[in-house]
């Protein structure tokens, strides 16, 4: 079942999910901890100019999220490969168009 909103492993999980196999007890218990783990949100201080500041702030108004949430989703997006440059993607697009 193949579906473009989700990433690469997500895929994965989906092409091989008949694999799983269900766990319990203190494999259960380490996988929790695991996840729990990664969900936990780390409070950073960060330098920001004050016209970079007042951009976001601006955008994320315009969106109707709070700032610091879109700075984590810009983040996210960046480390996960899922942020692209506009310039990038006019472009493909005009190749795509071309051919």
């Known amino acids: 079942m193949k579906t473009d ?9 989906e092409d091989e999910i008949e694999l799983l196999i269900p766990i319990s007890g203190k494999k259960k218990e380490k ?8 969900k936990k949100n780390r409070s950073i201080s960060l ?10 702030k601006e955008r994320a108004n315009a969106e109707g999220i709070p700032y ?3 700075i ?6 960046y480390i996960t490969d899922q942020l692209f440059e506009k310039d990038q993607v006019i472009k ?3 190749l795509i168009s071309k051919a």
Request: proline share 0%; net charge positive.
């Open 5 to 13: 909103n989700l990433s690469k492993d997500e895929e994965l999980i």
């Open 31 to 38: 996988v929790s901890k695991i996840i729990a783990k990664a």
């Open 47 to 56: 330098r920001v100019s004050n016209y970079d500041l007042e951009k976001i």
């Open 68 to 70: 610091q949430t879109l």
């Open 72 to 77: 984590n989703s810009i983040l996210h997006k």
């Open 92 to 94: 493909s697009f005009n």
